[in-house]
């Protein structure tokens, strides 16, 4: 089954950028959303893990959403994260969300909490109905804790603002029923960079990218080559970034890419506690492939 993206191919996860004083730095912001857009992006993912919502404010998620809409303003698709593990509270930060420009809404399940198959369904369900905004769901227990199991996605695809989902299971077998049981219009992005091509293979629409603050053309053009049939260009592209792929998650995410955006040039500032920047090695080897890569100057 062939499913179709509706807000691109390649949407990045996009870091939130610091100023020196650990304030949110909205016009870095903008700079940040100008180039991925320019390099790649067919949308951006803002407020999500990657952009470490949970140490964020309320009013600094509507500003961030706010900056990045109107940067992307019939250029691009901005979808907010817009759920933490209190469904009040969820539904509260979609409808800021809608309010601020977001073209659609992710919502991850509810961490830490771990509730049942029937609450993450009302969960996500009292999310949809809270906005006209489509929804993509996230699926990522290696972080929350709680899968959604396969009968819960089926069971929510067939709610009319809930469009796709973000895939970061790691497991193909489950990401193969999910396309096959869900309405074709049901979007499946990657939620792993390495597994994007994998994911394509078994009817997968794109990817929610965190390398493509670096590397967003190339994998677009991945992308662009497989759907176009030429498989083995798709592959030779994804075996050549496997490698930034791993050093991007050596440490915990956010760190590797926001020392990877400053390495491209851009002052994104380190992560808000408790999350770290990462280390002086990783930081010299992410250089070293970037430049091996041809996306900076040799080091």
Do not use: W
């Not at 659609?104 to 509810?110: F, H, I, Q, R, S």
């Not at 489509?134 to 695809?157: A, D």
Request: aromatic letters at 4%; charged letters at 20%.
């Amino acid at each position: 089954m062939t499913q179709n993206g509706g807000f691109g191919r390649v949407l990045t996860a996009m870091v939130t950028p610091f100023d020196s004083n650990g304030a949110v730095d909205i016009e870095a912001a903008r700079t940040l959303a100008r180039h991925l857009i320019d390099h790649g992006s067919d949308g951006l993912v803002v407020v999500g893990t990657t952009g470490e919502s949970p140490t964020l404010k309320d009013s600094e998620k509507r500003a961030l959403i706010e900056a990045v809409a109107e940067v992307c303003s019939g250029r691009a698709s901005v979808v907010a994260g817009s759920s933490t593990y209190d469904t009040e509270h969820s539904v509260s930060l979609s409808r800021d969300a809608a309010a601020s420009g977001a073209d659609a809404l992710m919502a991850v399940t509810p961490y830490y909490s771990r509730p049942s198959q029937a609450g993450i369904a009302s969960h996500f369900k009292a999310i949809a109905e809270s906005t006209d905004l489509p929804v993509i769901l996230y699926n990522i227990p290696g972080r929350t804790g709680t899968l959604i199991e396969v009968e819960t996605v089926i069971e929510l695809s067939t709610h009319p603002n809930i469009v796709g989902i973000k895939d970061a299971t790691g497991n193909l077998a489950m990401t193969s029923r999910v396309v096959a049981e869900t309405p074709e219009d049901f979007s499946v992005y990657s939620g792993d960079d390495v597994l994007t091509l994998p994911m394509l293979a078994v009817g997968g629409v794109g990817v929610i990218s965190v390398a493509s603050h670096v590397a967003g053309t190339l994998i677009s053009e991945m992308i662009e080559a497989f759907t176009a049939g030429n498989v083995g260009e798709a592959r030779a592209t994804h075996l050549r970034l496997l490698k930034l792929f791993s050093l991007l998650f050596a440490e915990p995410n956010p760190g590797p890419v926001k020392a990877a955006c400053e390495i491209m040039g851009f002052t994104v500032g380190p992560p808000r506690l408790p999350m770290q920047a990462a280390s002086e090695d990783l930081a010299v080897k992410l250089r070293d492939e970037l430049a091996r890569l041809d996306l900076i100057s040799e080091p």
